[in-house]
């Protein structure tokens, strides 16, 4: 596993030189095929999968909150004034305050519901499909979809209500 | 929200969602007959499920564009190595 962060670099890099505007980049894509790179498939039962995904979720979170914070960061600040002015030019701002706000709002919904903390880290920055959310959280494919829509409702409320 | 009101509203939430649209509305109103606070709230949720679409991913995946295509960003290796290995 420690290759994983390499090789999600690796496809994120091929990926964005390939047609920008269609947009099928996706963390589920990346995590996916570096899964798929990683694990000898011969000897991957599920279990080590669901692990996998599991653990991949949690480091794909921390590794975007931590970039968008120090990025924000770096264009606030005063000692590299041209990296400011060149960043702001080659990406939104608006992109990382939305992660950094998703964020948040996902420790709010965690401090009340657990679960459906949990049942997003793994959809959303694991790219785990509601079968493999239901394995790694030991809960049935229709509690994954249920919790899933609340707490989609739930951030997207949130996230807008500012 | 106290925990009690969160597994009120989200009980009627998940059964109101899983029913088709024309049905939610009597739904909702025949479950939170006694009380309108708890109504709003969950009318207020099913309106933002009808909106939210795939919004929730599509922060996370533009946000993962950009991160892992910044190739000076050679940070946290050490930290996601450790969070994985720890798995």
Redesign the interface.
């Known amino acids: 596993m420690p290759l994983v962060y390499d090789e999600l670099h690796r496809l994120a890099s091929r990926y964005l030189r390939r047609e920008r505007a269609d947009h099928t980049l996706q963390t589920t894509a990346l995590v996916h095929e570096a899964y798929l790179k990683l694990v000898d498939q011969s000897d991957a039962n599920l279990r080590n999968r669901v692990q996998f995904f599991s653990a991949a979720a949690n480091v794909m979170r921390h590794v975007l909150v931590d970039y968008a914070r120090r990025r924000k960061a770096s264009k606030r600040g005063r000692d590299h004034p041209r990296l400011t002015l060149d960043r702001a030019v080659i990406s939104s701002e608006e992109s990382d305050v939305d992660l950094l706000d998703l964020n948040e709002a996902l420790n709010k919904l965690a401090s009340i519901d657990a679960q459906q903390g949990r049942v997003v880290e793994l959809r959303v920055f694991g790219g785990c499909m509601v079968e493999e959310t239901a394995e790694a959280l030991g809960i049935s494919p229709r509690t994954v979809k249920r919790e899933w829509s609340m707490a989609k409702a739930w951030l997207h409320r949130q996230l807008n209500n500012k | 929200?106290t925990?009690e009101r969160?597994q009120q509203v989200?009980q009627i939430?998940?059964s109101a969602?899983?029913r088709p649209p024309a049905e939610r509305a009597g739904f909702i109103s025949k479950a939170c007959a006694d009380d309108p606070q708890l109504r709003s709230e969950v009318e207020?949720?099913?309106s933002?499920?009808d909106?939210?679409g795939d919004?929730?991913?599509a922060?996370?995946?533009?946000?993962?564009?950009?991160?892992?295509?910044?190739?000076s960003?050679g940070?946290?290796?050490r930290?996601?190595?450790r969070?994985?290995?720890?798995?």
């Open positions: 929200m925990p969160w989200k939430f998940q969602i899983e207020s949720l099913i933002s499920s909106q939210a919004s929730i991913q922060i996370a995946a533009e946000a993962a564009t950009e991160t892992l295509a910044d190739r960003n940070f946290h290796r930290q996601a190595d969070a994985l290995r720890g798995a």
